[in-house]
């Protein structure tokens, strides 16, 4: 059983930065693949960013590529997005997410960048882009 909490969202303006973090009240944090995911009104959710349990590896959408960075602090029990350089697209909810336990037998791509592998889900935080 793992909680997870977003907060951090809100309205940014085109071009500006925007942090949000992904609280766990997990006491097995540093077992959980951590991702985040996003979904806009009328569209599926969708894969932003995902981090290992040691934070050893990182993977990122085609859309967020080099805008966006994913990181954790196991000590902390929280899971960051740090969004740069956004834009009015980035606008959607986004959702954190956990993988516990961690998926074995699967390409590391496709364990950490698919909804389906995840087990537990934050509530979302809103997150809008104004243009």
Known sequence: QVQLVESGGGLVQAGGSLRLSCAASGRTFSNYALGWFRQAPGKEREFAAAITTSGARTYYADS?????????????NT???QMNS??????????????????????????????YQYDFWGQGTQVTVSS
Not at 64 to 76: C, E, P, Q, T, Y
Not at 94 to 112: E, F, I, K, N, S
């Open 64 to 76: 967020v590529k080099g805008r966006f960075s994913i990181s954790r602090d196991n000590a902390k």
């Open 79 to 81: 899971v960051y997005l």
């Open 86 to 115: 956004v834009k009015p697209e980035d606008t959607a909810v986004y959702y954190c997410a956990a993988q516990d336990p961690p998926r074995t037998g699967q390409a590391m791509g496709v364990r950490l960048t698919r909804a």
